[in-house]
């Protein structure tokens, strides 16, 4: 089955750092572009980062500098190391997945998310 | 704000069509043909409905299409069913000068099936 699952989320204070890890299963990572999108509470749906199958990796403004995006090839798992934490990432955190099929901004492959709250 | 424009709610009845809207700009869903729509059950993942602008995943039901016209993208969902009340968010690649993203989403549309 293929599945995504989500790990790490927490309750941090404001400046702290925190790795959420993305566990894949049913199909490798690196076979496919992955990405990370969030959901404020009460709000919508925010791209936070995205990294492809030969490396390269995108953000979104409000996160540039601060988080990582990254892939362990042999533990088949992505994650997101987040640094300098405010507030305003307090989240539910989403990973996804697509294949070039799909036109490589597009993803078809979903976890349940995992929360991240910010917060003194 | 979100950087794609989004009507908050739509709403309609069983069997009847609805259409959501998403207005961008000529850096994203005018320049390109990478308009996706997202179906999300609040509490759940959300689920890919439409890729590049009009074309529906294996799985998807017929009864979802998408459409682009210049810089707006419509999402229609026909014989509307109680099952797709649930929030609705466009996506595009943009490559605006103003920001390094890549990827923006709309603010998201609520649909109530009355």
């Known amino acids: 089955e293929v599945q995504l699952v989500e790990s790490g989320g927490g309750l941090m204070q404001p400046g702290g750092s925190l790795r959420l890890s993305c566990a894949a299963s049913g199909f490798t990572v690196s076979s496919k572009y992955m990405t990370w999108v969030r959901q404020a509470p009460g709000k919508g749906l925010e791209w936070v980062s995205l990294?492809?199958?030969?490396?390269?990796?995108y953000y979104a403004d409000s996160v540039k500098g601060r988080f990582t995006v990254s892939r362990d090839n042999s533990k088949n798992t992505l994650y997101l190391q987040m640094t300098s934490l405010r507030p305003e990432d307090t989240a539910v955190y989403y990973c996804a997945g697509g294949t070039t099929s799909l036109g490589g901004v597009a993803f078809d492959i979903w976890g349940q998310g995992t929360m991240v709250t910010v917060s003194s | 704000q979100s950087a794609l424009t989004q009507p908050a709610s739509v709403s309609g009845s069983p069997g009847q069509s609805i259409t959501i809207s998403c207005t961008g700009t000529s850096s994203d869903i005018g320049g390109y043909n990478y308009v996706s729509w997202y179906q999300h059950h609040p509490g759940k993942a959300p689920k890919l409905i439409i890729y590049?602008?009009?074309n529906r995943p294996s799985g998807v039901s017929n009864r979802f299409s998408g459409s682009k016209s210049g810089n707006t993208a419509s999402l229609t969902i026909s014989g509307l069913q109680a099952e797709d009340e649930a929030d609705y968010y466009c996506t595009s690649y943009t490559s605006s000068p103003y920001t390094i993203s890549i990827l923006v989403f709309g603010g998201g549309t609520k649909l109530t099936v009355l």
């Open positions: 590049e602008v009009s």
């Open positions: 990294i492809y199958s030969a490396g390269t990796t």
